[in-house]
């Protein structure tokens, strides 16, 4: 039971997190915003749906998984870190990658010390959450899948910043 309810707020969180990407999405196109690195995004997407896949999956064909309170309330911390991040980039937050012409990029909250901190927690998130409850191959596997698609996303977002 703990599980379903741990896993259907991780859901919602996601969900939440698209909405807000949607209404921002909304806003950055009025203002003229050119998106890029469309061919990644589908590979981001499919990346994080198979996380929640697998953690399901992992769960399942290993029962008897007790939960780890250490790492749930890692995560609570992580997550509450998150949207302080989400929050100091208000509207120009997105899961794809925007640029208004002529604009720099938002230097508030962490930003002002950190290029990618949204992009830290996301793989905090990836090795917490499977942790919780002792999902280990899920946290390795997709640890490892989110470090080659950072690899290709950041690499992306730092040329559309370093043009000009």
Known sequence: ?????V?????????????????????LLVKGAVEY??????YMIALHAGFVLAVVCEYYLS?????????????????ITKIMVINSLG????TKIYRIPNFKPVKTGAYKFIRHPNYILVV???????LIF?????????TLLNAIMLSVRIKAEN??????
């Open 63 to 79: 029962p008897g998984k007790v939960i780890s309170f250490s790492f749930l309330i890692l995560f609570i911390v992580i997550l």
């Open 159 to 164: 040329q559309v910043w370093s043009s000009n």
């Open 7 to 27: 896993i259907a707020l991780f859901i919602l969180q996601r969900l939440t997190e698209l909405f807000i990407s949607k209404k921002n999405e909304k806003w």
């Open 124 to 130: 905090c998130e990836i090795i917490t959450f499977p």
């Open 134 to 142: 002792h999902l280990y191959y899920t946290a390795i596997i997709f």
């Open 37 to 42: 690195g469309q061919s990644h995004y589908p």
């Open 91 to 94: 509207k120009y937050w997105n």
């Open 1 to 5: 039971m703990v599980f379903k309810v």
